[in-house]
């Protein structure tokens, strides 16, 4: 049992590359969330998945999209990378009947935009 | 909307001292409060929750009583150790469909021999 689990951990980029960041989860959850965390941020989210097959935006989603494969896999993909995207991306997951309101966190990817 | 404040960092302590960091929160409805932890190159871990009023929630020999009248969920460790060393952010579900989670900045806390 794996959890969340993300690839890749490190990239870098230059301005104007694309990227997809993947992500899966092996808990049968339903619900899959992109965040993002910078210095003094704290941790704000892109988009979520609330089941399979729907996705919404979240706090911050101009740059962003999303595809949620099926429902173990939610991915996040960059167009057109900015160095305003330089930041430490985590993938979640949470939907356990029994913990519905917990979320599973995966061990994050660390991208640089040039 | 739902928004939390989170106690300013970094923190420094030594080691057997006791630990607050404070949280408040704002919120529609009664949304259930967390606290994670986030250790050096790692994803965030639940430390602990309460899903209601004056619920205490604890674990690792942490505390937190959910205070629905002052609107707060404020950390406690009687005696912290040196692998307490870590980031803490305090978050509060929205209890929707989707569970979104509203996090606080963090705070670093380090522990000296």
């Known amino acids: 049992n794996a959890g969340v689990t993300q690839t890749p951990k490190f990239q870098v980029l230059k301005t104007g590359q694309s990227m997809t960041l993947q992500c899966a989860q092996d808990m049968n959850h339903n619900s899959m969330y992109w965040y993002r965390q910078d210095p003094g941020m704290g941790l704000r989210l892109i988009y979520y998945?609330?089941?399979?097959?729907?996705?919404d935006k979240g706090e911050v989603p101009n740059g962003y999209n999303v595809s949620r494969l099926n429902k173990r896999e939610f991915s996040l993909r960059l167009e057109s990378a900015a160095p305003s995207q330089t930041s430490v991306y985590f993938c979640a997951s949470s939907g356990d009947g029994r913990k519905p309101y917990e979320q599973y966190f995966g061990p994050g990817t660390r991208l640089t935009v040039t | 909307g739902n928004s939390v404040t989170q106690m300013e960092g970094p923190v420094t302590l030594s080691e057997e001292a006791f630990l607050t960091i404070n949280c408040t929160y704002t919120a529609t409805g009664y949304p259930s409060l967390f606290w994670y932890v986030q250790y050096p190159g790692e994803g965030l871990q639940l430390l602990l929750k309460?899903?209601?009023?004056?619920d205490k929630g604890s674990n690792k020999g942490f505390e937190a009583t959910y205070r629905k009248e002052t609107t707060s969920f404020h950390l406690e460790k009687g005696s912290v150790q040196v692998s307490d060393s870590a980031v803490y952010f305090c978050a509060l579900s929205d209890q929707t469909g989707a569970n979104n989670l509203f996090f606080g900045t963090g705070t670093r806390l380090t522990v000296i021999p």
């Open positions: 309460a899903t209601k009023a004056d």
């Open positions: 998945s609330a089941s399979e097959g729907t996705t």
